[in-house]
């Protein structure tokens, strides 16, 4: 994968460039020292993978990220900082590294992302591309928040413009459209199980039929939800061999 770092100090991109060296799937094309260097870079050379220094000369590295236009390509960030991790997951960061730059948790972060590229549709061109299950999303409501692995998020309901997250024993309120939730979310896994509510499919513990030709699929938690008569064929033939 075409990949730019972006840091300011000349010490820390050898040192990422010596790291990568030992994973011949990661192309280093280039490299830039502050947000004008990087946005001018990335237009060129188009790469899939940002290493992002957070603070920088002029700008820090969340600047750079509102100033690009889709797609966006995916952004692992290193600073020796813990403090911007929040905000970094915010952004749908792929991983958030430390430095000095531990090599196992590059090793994890770069797994993630071949995991994601290769369950990731082909020609999708979402800005940050479909989730997997094995990905985690940072999550906020008010003054909580969470890390949550993709794979635990059981159902989403429409609450308006709004869409409720349910996993473990927590349903928090995020200001998204269930409609932009399902784009990010992969259709292998996650299913429209009417307007309302997607389900993931990986929590179906039962399922029995229901009024008008539709069904009623049974989640493992004890959650029940309704199939309409047009969803449950669609259903039926997802899950059939």
């Known amino acids: 994968m075409k990949t730019l770092l972006i840091d300011d100090e000349r ?3 050898s040192e990422l460039r010596r790291l990568l060296a030992a994973h011949p799937d990661i192309e ?3 490299e830039a020292v502050d947000v004008e260097d990087a ?3 990335v237009a060129e050379l ?3 993978l940002l290493f992002l220094d957070v603070q920088m000369p002029g700008a820090d590295g ?3 990220l509102e100033r690009l236009e889709p797609p966006l390509p995916a952004v692992i960030f290193t600073t020796a900082y813990d403090e911007f991790a929040v905000k970094a997951f915010e952004f749908n960061a792929l991983d958030y590294l430390l430095k000095p730059v531990d090599p196992n948790r590059l090793i994890a972060a770069l797994e993630r992302l071949r995991h994601r590229e290769s369950t990731a549709p082909r020609g999708s061109s979402d800005s940050t ?3 997997a299950l094995e990905d985690k999303v940072f999550v906020r409501e008010g003054d909580r928040c969470w890390f949550v692995a993709v794979k635990n998020i059981r159902l989403l309901e429409s609450e308006g413009n709004y869409t409720r997250l349910h996993f473990d024993d927590q ?3 995020l200001f998204r459209s269930l409609t932009a939730m ?3 979310l992969d259709p292998r896994s996650f299913f429209r199980a009417n307007r309302k509510q997607v389900i993931n499919l990986t929590w179906v513990e039962g399922i029995e039929p229901w009024f008008s030709g539709g069904l009623l699929v049974k989640l493992k938690g004890g959650l029940k939800v309704e199939l309409s008569r047009r969803q449950a064929q669609d259903f039926r033939e997802r899950m059939s061999l």
């Open 129 to 131: 591309h479909r989730l």
């Open 28 to 30: 280093i094309v280039g």
């Open 182 to 184: 399902e784009e990010r």
């Open 39 to 41: 946005a001018q870079k």
């Open 46 to 48: 188009k790469p899939g």
């Open 62 to 64: 969340f600047s750079l």
């Open 171 to 173: 349903k928090p309120q």
């Open 11 to 13: 010490l820390a991109r």
